[in-house]
């Protein structure tokens, strides 16, 4: 469906991952701050912009540190994020 890996906690899609980006589901609080850095934009689908979901590019989560700290996002909001409907 996401075209990659998908790293599933809880049972809810936290991350996926493909050679070319990241798909982070972070906490919508935290998007419009997120989009304005390098390499993240919104992620959309069918025409429809998801609030809470962006794309990292690859090059951006290139060092340790960097990849970390998207991935500590999005198990930090996994821990209040809704499952989805089955």
Not at 3 to 31: S, W, Y
């Amino acid at each position: 469906m996401f075209g990659g890996v998908a790293f599933m906690v809880n049972g809810k899609m936290c991350i996926t991952a493909r050679p070319q980006r990241l798909m982070c589901r972070i906490d919508p609080e935290l998007h419009d701050r997120a989009i304005k850095r390098p390499g993240v934009r919104t992620v959309k689908m069918n025409g429809h912009a998801y609030r809470g979901f962006v794309h990292v590019r690859a090059d951006v989560v290139a060092t340790k540190r960097s990849l970390d700290r998207w991935v500590r996002l999005c198990l930090d909001y996994n821990k209040r994020a809704k499952s989805s409907s089955r």
